[in-house]
T-cell receptor, first 114, second 115 residues
């Protein structure tokens, strides 16, 4: 079945450092890929998405590129802020489905220090 | 406008008791999903509703779990004879449509603790 694997955390960075959170997936066909973020005490929010190979999703300075050849969707940000401290989830939605059943990775806890 | 709301926010129950968790989706959203977030299993899909029907119940872990949706709006997830392994955060999400691009909006979750 479909699966998503994220790099293990937690990740601790200083403000303005470069961030990469790795995500790889296993799926048949052409899934859509997502990054969700969960800030402390809040619900999951969609951060960015990509629906086909080579698409780049971006939002709030975060980027991720859908790489079908490496089945990856790594999340990057050039300069993190304290306010980026949160849990980040990579997820996929199978291709060819008419509804949005999501398969999530385990989540990566990011802590950014001033 | 109002987002997805869930109640209660926290629920502590004794093993063997039944619990009901409620989800109020965003008004007009026809698709509704339940997920479970637990330490051991991460975030798992439980069930999908389109309107009042549930075409995908494949994630419900056992027959102790059931869910319904009435009036195309509120949904209730019921867990009978709760077990300690049921302890988790139960998340509800809704989207404008069941179609591929409908973004899912998540509620804050209900934290269930079975003692």
């Amino acid at each position: 079945g479909d699966s998503v694997t994220q790099m293990e955390g937690p990740v601790t960075l200083s403000e303005e450092a470069f961030l990469t959170i790795n995500c790889t997936y296993t799926a048949t066909g052409y899934p859509s890929l997502f990054w969700y973020v969960q800030y402390p005490g809040e619900g999951l929010q969609l951060l960015l998405k990509a629906t086909k190979a080579d698409d780049k999703g971006s939002n709030k300075g975060f980027e991720a590129t859908y790489r079908k050849e490496t089945t990856s969707f790594h999340l990057e940000k050039g300069s993190v802020q304290v306010s980026d401290s949160a849990v980040y989830f990579c997820a996929l939605k199978p291709g060819g489905t008419s509804y949005g059943k999501l398969t999530f990775g385990q989540g990566t806890i990011l802590t950014v220090h001033p | 406008g109002a987002g997805v709301s869930q109640s209660p926010s926290n629920k502590v129950t004794e093993k063997g008791k039944d619990v009901e968790l409620r989800c109020d989706p965003i008004s007009g959203h026809t698709a509704l999903y339940w997920y479970r977030q637990s330490l051991g299993q991460g975030l798992e899909f439980l069930i999908y509703f389109q309107g009042n029907s549930a075409p995908d119940k494949s994630g419900l872990p056992s027959d102790r779990f059931s869910a319904e949706r009435t009036g195309g709006s509120v949904s209730t997830l019921t867990i009978q004879r709760t077990q300690q392994e049921d302890s988790a955060v139960y998340l509800c999400a809704s989207s404008l449509q069941g179609a591929q691009r409908g973004e899912q909006y998540f509620g804050p979750g209900t934290r269930l603790t079975v003692t």
